[in-house]
């Protein structure tokens, strides 16, 4: 991901880590709870979260252990930036010239596609099911389209799955 397409949820995880770390004195590492951020930055969704803070690793911002004991919490580095580039001033030529195009997107994870399944109460094998399925199509629709959004894919693999559910009973 480049630096100068990041979202609001994007900017508002790291100014929440950034407000951990001085909590923490400024120590590189230090430890997070997964639920402290996402009430800090306002993120509801564990998907978006992980997603954010994936995209922050990419980028350099910072770095991240994960730690599956929430007792324990994960470890996150606060990277020292001299200028980073979303902060510097852009033209009104160069801010045009930053749309998105659909060659941007990135397949999602599959943690990223369980939670997501997860969240509409889903199993872990229908999430399987759609990743393994769009994972082996390298994520081209059936229109030899790449696919702009695998959220909007999902949502019709689980319309289908509830469909089916509902002409069995």
Known sequence: MKSDQ?????????????????VNGFINPFRICREDIMKLSKIKSF???????????DAGFINYLPNY???IGSLIEIKDLDIPRIFQVQSFQNL????????DFSAPKFYEVELYFKERDLTS?????????????HWICNNKKLIKCWKAAARNWICKIKNNDDRRD
Request: with cysteine; glycine share 0%.
């Open 96 to 103: 045009k010239s930053n749309v998105i195009n659909e060659t």
């Open 69 to 71: 004991n929430s007792y």
């Open 6 to 22: 990041f979202l609001p949820s994007h900017i508002s995880m790291y100014v929440s880590l950034f407000q951990l770390w001085s």
């Open 47 to 57: 998907a978006t979260y992980h997603k954010c803070i994936r995209e922050l690793q």
């Open 125 to 137: 094998n229908d999430a399987s099911l759609f990743y393994s399925f769009y994972e082996s199509q």
